[in-house]
């Protein structure tokens, strides 16, 4: 049961009202607007750099790049096409995954988030 029909709608719409003479109806939304402030510096501009971040690894890869893919495989890149890179794991042996899967190259911090450290 909600408080309309508990209540009647004068006393909801008095619980909401503000108090006479009370402070300025503006001054309710700075903590409101704090928290998305804060929200946005500590989460959301982060992430927007590290996506950015990633994004350029990945228009820059090219052929004969050592990489090592997100889910831990390393080799050598033999072909690129928009969607999808060819690694030569080994000797005659190769893969074909997704250019988004690959995480970073050997020897080096991982680019994206989900690759396994080194």
């Known amino acids: 049961m909600t408080l309309t029909a508990m209540f009647g709608p004068g006393l909801v719409l008095a619980m909401a009202a503000p108090a006479e003479g009370g402070a300025n109806p ?3 939304l700075v903590p409101f607007a704090l ?3 804060i929200f946005y510096f500590l989460i959301l501009m982060p992430m927007q750099r590290k996506q950015k971040k990633v994004q350029q690894f990945l228009a820059a890869l090219k052929v004969g790049d050592r990489v090592v893919t997100t889910s ?3 080799g050598q890149i033999t072909r690129i ?3 999808s890179v060819q690694l030569q794991i ?3 042996v ?3 995954i997704s250019r988004t ?3 970073g190259y050997q020897g080096q911090e991982p680019v994206a988030s989900d690759a396994p450290g080194q």
């Open 26 to 28: 503006w001054v309710q």
């Open 35 to 37: 928290v998305l402030a």
């Open 72 to 74: 831990g495989i390393y």
């Open 81 to 83: 096409s928009d969607n």
């Open 90 to 92: 080994a000797d005659k």
């Open 94 to 96: 190769r893969i074909e």
């Open 101 to 103: 899967a690959v995480g």
